[in-house]
């Protein structure tokens, strides 16, 4: 452990790979699926819900931990996860859609923009590249289901029009380019599915959101236990 963390109050063990999700109740819903039940609380303090324990699908220890919303929480959480002894993470979350994609695809992500301060302030404005094996994997669990594309990640749930998106960009969020900016910045392997669940007048239910996130999920996971 580099130093104590600032954020989180760990209750159980920590591991050296985790999903990473904004909304708590997710990090629930995955710990649910993807750990042996009952999967022990890591950490709740200021709502950051975390949980640790075996994995079902290869027995190996596993995190999976909400970050909040934002590239700010996801920033303050992953830095104290790494200094718990992270070295993999893979962020589960959501986007909204660009021109040419479908609301409840499965995005794989080939690189950020970063237009919030976190990535802003780490990369100077580079476009940043997720860790080329996990996203391999991300890639061989999802097979035909994955879509491959940059996207945009801001500070703003609806941003002011700031011009055409770029050709590559298929979708924008609020934190992946964090991750990958904090990630790159204190020398650990991250990558990102997400869910493409809003466009400009639509937005998948919690229903319909549920088995995709599980899909992501898995899929995360899978990536996850390449070594």
Known sequence: ??????????????????????????????????????????????????????????????????????????????????DLGVERVVRVGTCRVLDGLSLGSLVVVTGAIGRDGVSSTLSSGASLLPDRELTRGLDEALGDRAIRGKVRSDDFIRRPSDGRPQADEIATDLATAALLATAEHRGIRSAAVLVAARDDSRELDDAALEPLVSEAGQAALSALSIR
Not at 22 to 38: H, N, V
Not at 40 to 61: A, I, L, V
């Open 1 to 82: 452990m580099d130093s104590p963390p600032r954020f989180l109050r760990p209750t159980a063990l920590p591991a050296d790979r985790a999903i990473v999700v904004g909304d708590p109740g997710r990090a629930l819903f995955l710990a649910q699926e993807l750990i042996e039940s009952p999967p022990p609380m890591f950490s709740h303090h200021r709502g950051f819900w975390g949980y640790s324990g075996t994995s079902r699908s290869d027995g190996e220890r596993l995190l999976v931990q909400g970050a909040g919303l934002g590239a700010t929480s996801l920033n303050a959480v992953v830095d104290d996860l790494i």
